[in-house]
């Protein structure tokens, strides 16, 4: 069977929805180096897109395309305890054909799958910002 890199699958998955960028970070973390954050700080159960994007610049959350297509080569190695919640990354946004801002996110459905979120949407509780232990 062809090995598909996680850039590939990333890419091809870009193309195919018409998501063009709008920015990137560029370091890449281990998956062991990573530590998960609630999206809804307040405990409350669903949060803007633009409150999403002021929690993540708050707490840090600022990986980018590299690092989602890192972490798609590896998915095996996500620990066990993260498939309770989806791992958003608003930071790595892209906008589609019709001009909407969407974002890529990892979520548990048996095994580990991924896809893009509308911003312009309500984000719930169960969604954690991915950013790198500090320190």
């Known amino acids: ?4 890199s996680g850039a590939s699958l990333f ?3 870009l193309k195919e929805r018409g998501l063009l960028p709008v920015r990137t970070a560029a370091e890449i973390f281990p998956i062991s180096d ?3 954050v609630p999206v809804c700080g ?3 159960p669903w949060i803007s897109g633009e409150e999403l994007l002021m929690r993540a610049k708050k707490v840090g959350a600022d990986l980018g395309q590299g690092q989602v297509e890192y972490m798609l080569e590896r998915r095996d190695e996500f620990p066990e305890t993260w498939e309770l ?3 958003d990354f608003p930071e790595a946004v892209r906008r589609n054909r019709k001009g909407d801002l969407c974002y890529p996110f990892f979520y548990w459905n048996g095994e580990w799958n991924w896809d893009f979120a509308l911003l312009d949407a309500r984000h719930p ?3 954690r ?3 790198p232990r500090r320190g």
């Open 42 to 44: 307040d405990g409350g």
């Open 34 to 36: 990573l530590q998960l």
């Open 125 to 127: 509780a169960t969604g």
């Open 11 to 13: 890419r091809d998955k």
């Open 129 to 131: 910002l991915v950013l």
């Open 85 to 87: 919640c989806s791992l």
């Open 1 to 4: 069977m062809l090995e598909v």
